[in-house]
């Protein structure tokens, strides 16, 4: 079963930027689609960005878009999100997910794998 584990979260100012990682345990997960999703307080997980297994097909919510890139690397099993001009409504506990389709979707119970999560705080 494929691991998925996270990192780069942390504390910023808002204005900044954080890139986060996801590393794969499995070189399968290189066919897979992949995701990012947050979870704040009190609020339901909620889609982030996705891109497909060939990196040739992202989506992102309306929130992040123009801000937020997701990207991969095959080789490095390992998935990116580049977070830019942070806000404070931003801030969430950040997890990466797999799913074995190879075409990317918002939807987070269509993932099969999911990383522990990474905390990321924007202060205003």
């Known amino acids: 079963q494929a691991q998925l584990i996270e990192s780069g979260g942390g504390f910023v100012q808002a204005g900044g930027s954080l890139r986060l990682s996801c590393a794969a345990s499995e070189r399968t997960v290189t066919s897979y689609a992949m995701g990012w999703f947050r979870q704040a307080p009190g609020n339901e997980r909620e889609f982030v960005a996705a891109?497909?297994?060939?990196?040739?097909?992202?989506f992102y919510a309306d929130s992040v878009k123009g801000r937020f890139t997701i990207s991969r690397d095959s080789a490095k099993n390992t998935v990116y999100l580049q977070m830019n001009s942070l806000k404070p409504e931003d801030t969430a506990v950040y997890y990466c997910a797999a799913t074995i389709l190879s075409v990317p979707t918002t939807k987070p119970d269509v993932y099969h794998y999911w990383g522990q999560g990474t905390q990321v705080t924007v202060s205003s």
């Open positions: 891109i497909s297994w060939s990196g040739g097909t992202t």
